[in-house]
């Protein structure tokens, strides 16, 4: 447990330099594949794991959603805490620090759990993905994002090859569910030679 919070706070001091070294890192605007799968579902409880700077929680909160959005970096965290204040959401969209591969979220608590390119090292993916399915209570849907690992071919950033899942071993996460899907979504990209391309998302949508 020492040795997993020690590496917890290298990875949240490695992310707080990354924020700090710029007014802004992400677009602000709602992950593609949460915008298309949670449109349509009544608001509710939801979990935004990895949520940056917020931009997909305050999506759901401008739908009516009560969203708890975790990230690793408290410089992310205070940034979408003083977006959700700016907007006027701050009574539904709440936002803390944490690292759910040592504390999980609570079991049960959520209508939606969400992880949006959510990528870790092996050691971590048991703890993290199991924890988030858990926390998906009986009715709600589970809905993780991950880069395809063919990605790398193209020369685009993308996390290490060791973070990648393959479709199977994404799909057990989703153990005791009663529906569960794992799929390939293309999308448009731009290779190394700055030529179009096609990327793939690996989705994982399951209801429990």
């Known amino acids: 447990m020492k040795a997993a919070a020690e590496n917890s706070d290298e990875l949240a001091a490695i992310w707080d330099a990354r924020y700090g070294a710029s007014e802004r890192l992400w677009s602000g605007r709602v992950n593609p594949i949460l915008e298309a ?6 608001p509710g409880s939801a979990l935004d794991a990895g949520c940056g700077e917020g931009g997909d929680s305050l999506w759901l909160a401008r739908r009516g959603w009560r969203v708890t ?40 608590a959520f209508d939606l759990v969400s992880g949006q390119y959510l990528h870790v090292i092996p050691s971590q993916r048991e703890p993290l993905y199991r924890g988030l399915a858990a926390a998906v209570r009986p009715g709600g849907m589970l809905l ?14 993308r996390p290490p090859a060791e973070t990648m899942l393959e479709a199977e071993e994404l799909r057990a996460y989703a153990d005791g569910f009663s529906a569960a899907d794992v799929e390939l979504r293309p999308r448009a990209a731009v290779d190394r030679a700055g030529q179009p391309a096609t990327a793939h998302d690996l989705v994982l949508r399951a209801i429990r």
């Open 37 to 42: 799968e949670a449109a349509s579902l009544a």
């Open 69 to 108: 959005g975790y990230d690793l970096s408290a410089v992310a965290v205070e940034r979408a805490r003083a977006e959700a204040a700016r907007l006027g959401f701050s009574d539904l969209a709440s936002f803390d620090r944490s690292d759910l591969a040592v504390d999980p979220p609570p079991e049960s």
């Open 144 to 157: 993780l994002v991950l880069h395809d690992i063919r990605d790398l071919d193209l020369g685009i950033p």
